[in-house]
């Protein structure tokens, strides 16, 4: 779920439903803010976004070893 800017800081829960966005730079500035403030006090939360950076990079990497199937011909 999306966090309503205007409904001040954000829970922790948004924080780690976020947390993939965040790493790929598709959230907004007051929520890269807010999960910023959040991972400097809760440990854990630090601890899901090394889980989910691990996690795109061995999604990267899966990716780049897959090769493109031939084009069909008719």
Known sequence: M?????HGPLEPQDVEELLPWYVTGRVSREEAKGIEAALKTMPDLADKLSQVQREREAVARAAEAVEPAPPETL
């Not at 999306?2 to 205007?6: I, S, V």
């Open 2 to 6: 999306r966090h309503d800017q205007n």
